[in-house]
C-alpha cells in the first residue's frame, strides 16, 4: 500500500500498521480500513445551525408581515353565469369578436325550438378586495359581467352572497356589497401617481381557483395603452399574474391598494411577466361614483379625435406633434354647439396643455357634467379660445351624418395615387396606388373624401383644385378627411411632383 506525495513524502513508502494507528486523520484514504470510534462524527453540526455561519440573505427584506396584514381584506369571487352550448366538437375560436368567422361558428350553435340559441350554466372565477367595513368589494368589471349569482369568498372558507352594485365597463371596475353582521377587514387606495417605475408592488388574488396567493415584482411602466378602451393609463407590473387575478389589488410595500389587477399579455394564456393594473387614481373615482350613484357619469364634448402625426405638423402649422385632431363634431352635441369645427386640434383645456389623445379623453371624461370650460383649439395657422358647455356622456348615442349630394363628376388625382369618382356616398376612392403613400396609410376603395386642407369636397376636381392650391402655396403635404365604414379621420399625404 502506497501515499502519493499530496502528504509531503518526495518518494512513495510502505506504511506500518504503527504509522496508521498514530494518524487517523489518514483515515479517509483508506478504502475498506475504519479506525474511528463509535461517536466519532457525534460532534459535527448541521449545515443550517445559527453558529454554523451567519448568511448574507438575512438582511433582505420580507414581504411576510406586510402580507398578514393586509390578505385578510382580498377575496375569491364566484360567478355563476349563462353560457351559450357549444356544437359537438366545436373547437376554441380564436377569432376576435365581431369577425365573419365568428359569425359563422355562431350559426352552428344549438337552439331551441324557438331559434334562440341554448344555454348552460358555467362558474367564472375572479378576486376582489373589501374597501370598507360594511362589506364593499371590489373587482373587474368582466369578473361579474352577465352573472346570474355572485359568491364571495373569504380567505377563511366562509361564503358570502353578494350583490350587483354598479359596474363601469370602460375602465372594467365594479362593485359589489354583501350584507355582514360584523365590521369586515378591508384595505384602502393609495396614491399611484408616486409610484416609480421600480418600486416593488405585491400582487394579491386567486389564480386558477387556487385560493390566497402573493406574487411580487416591480413597477415596469406607468402609462401603458393597451387598446382596452379611451381611457387607457395602465401600470404596468411584473408580478406574476394569472387567470383568476382579475380584480385582485396590487399593493405597494406600504400596504396601499395603488392598482387593481385587470390583464396580462401572453402568448401562451399564463404569466410571462407582463400584467396590467388599473391605477387607484383612476379606479377611486370610479368606485366612489358607482358606490353613490351605481353608475358612473363623465363630461362630454362629442368629438370624435386623433393624434396629430409628424406628416400632419407642417400641413397644420404646428411646431410639433401635440393635442388632438378633430376629425368628426357629433351633431347636437357641446362641441358643435360652441363651436369646436372638424380639422381643430385640441391644444389646451382649462389652460392644461394636451398632449396627446388619451390626455383630452382623460380630461373631458373627468369633467363635471354643467360645467363650463376653455378650450384652445388650433385652427388655420392660430390658437382660439372657445368656451364650452359641458354635458353628460350620452347613454345612448346615435351618430348623424349629414351627406349632401354629389354632383356628377370623374377625376384621378396622381399627385395622391387616388382614382375618385363621385358615386351616391360621395367622393369615392375607386382605386389606390399599391406604391403610394396613401395605401401606406391605409386608404382603400370605398373610402369618401370628406374635405381637403378644411374645404370640403363635393366633387373629385375639388380635390384636385386643393392639391394645386397647396403646390401654390409652397405645402409638400395635404391634409384630407375620409369617412370609413362611419368613422372620420384626417390624413396627411405627400404631393407627388409630377
Do not use: C
Not at 50 to 71: C, G, M, Q, W, Y
Not at 152 to 163: C, H, I, P, R
Not at 193 to 212: H, S, T
Amino acid at each position: 500500500m502506497t501515499f502519493s506525495a499530496r502528504f509531503g513524502s518526495a518518494k512513495p513508502r510502505r506504511a506500518s500498521p504503527r504509522s496508521l494507528l498514530l494518524k487517523p486523520a489518514a483515515l479517509a484514504l483508506i478504502g475498506s480500513m475504519s479506525f474511528a470510534a463509535p461517536n466519532a462524527f457525534a460532534e459535527t453540526a448541521p449545515l443550517n445551525a445559527p453558529t454554523a455561519f451567519k448568511s448574507e440573505l438575512s438582511n433582505l427584506p420580507s414581504f411576510a408581515d406586510l402580507v398578514e396584514r393586509v390578505s385578510p381584506a382580498v377575496v375569491s369571487i364566484r360567478v355563476v353565469e349563462e353560457a351559450p352550448v357549444e356544437a359537438e366538437g366545436q373547437p376554441d375560436l380564436p377569432f376576435p369578436p365581431g369577425s365573419p368567422f365568428e359569425k359563422f361558428f355562431k350559426q352552428l350553435q344549438p337552439k331551441d325550438k324557438d331559434g334562440k340559441p341554448l344555454t348552460r350554466k358555467a362558474m367564472a372565477q375572479g378576486s376582489g378586495f373589501f374597501i370598507s367595513a360594511d362589506g364593499y368589494v371590489v373587482t373587474n368589471n368582466h369578473v361579474v359581467q352577465g352573472g346570474k349569482e355572485i359568491t364571495v369568498v373569504e380567505t377563511d372558507g366562509t361564503e358570502l352572497k353578494a350583490t350587483l352594485v354598479g359596474r363601469d365597463p370602460k375602465t372594467d371596475l365594479a362593485l359589489v356589497k354583501v350584507k355582514v353582521d360584523k365590521p369586515m377587514p378591508y384595505v384602502t387606495f393609495g396614491d399611484s401617481d408616486k409610484l416609480r417605475v421600480g418600486d416593488w408592488v405585491l400582487a394579491v388574488g386567486n389564480p386558477f381557483g387556487l385560493g390566497g396567493t402573493v406574487t411580487s415584482g416591480i413597477v415596469s411602466a406607468r402609462g401603458r395603452e393597451i387598446g382596452a378602451g379611451p381611457y387607457d393609463d395602465f401600470l404596468q407590473i411584473d408580478a406574476s399574474i394569472n387567470r383568476g387575478n382579475s380584480g385582485g389589488p396590487t399593493f405597494d410595500i406600504h400596504g396601499n391598494v395603488i392598482g387593481v389587477n385587470t390583464a396580462i399579455y401572453s402568448p401562451t394564456g399564463g404569466s410571462v411577466g407582463i400584467g396590467f393594473a388599473i391605477p387607484s387614481k383612476i379606479a377611486e373615482k370610479v368606485i366612489k361614483q358607482l358606490r353613490e350613484n351605481g353608475k358612473v357619469t363623465r363630461g362630454w364634448l362629442g368629438v370624435a379625435i386623433q393624434p396629430v402625426d409628424a406628416d400632419m405638423v407642417a400641413s397644420l402649422g404646428l411646431d410639433k406633434p401635440k393635442g388632438a385632431l378633430v376629425a368628426e363634431v357629433t351633431a347636437g352635441s357641446p362641441a358643435e354647439k360652441f363651436g369646436i369645427q372638424a380639422g381643430d386640434v385640441i391644444v389646451k383645456v382649462n389652460e392644461v396643455a394636451m398632449v396627446d389623445v388619451r390626455a383630452v379623453s382623460r380630461t373631458v371624461a373627468d369633467l363635471k357634467p354643467g360645467s363650463t370650460i376653455k378650450v384652445a383649439v388650433w385652427r388655420a395657422g392660430k390658437e382660439k379660445n372657445l368656451n364650452v358647455g359641458i354635458e353628460a356622456f350620452p347613454e345612448k348615442l346615435d351618430e348623424v351624418a349629414a351627406k349632401e349630394d354629389a354632383p356628377a363628376g370623374q377625376n384621378t388625382t396622381k399627385a395622391l395615387g387616388l382614382d375618385l369618382a363621385t358615386t351616391d356616398a360621395g367622393v369615392t376612392v375607386q382605386n389606390v396606388d399599391p406604391s403610394s403613400e396613401a395605401a401606406e396609410k391605409g386608404i382603400q376603395p370605398g373610402d369618401v373624401v370628406l374635405s381637403i386642407s378644411s374645404v370640403d369636397v363635393k366633387s373629385p376636381k375639388d380635390v384636385v383644385d386643393g392639391v394645386t392650391a397647396a403646390e401654390k402655396a409652397g405645402k409638400a403635404s395635404v391634409i384630407l378627411r375620409f369617412s370609413t365604414q362611419d368613422q372620420k379621420r384626417f390624413v396627411a399625404l405627400s404631393i407627388k411632383k409630377g
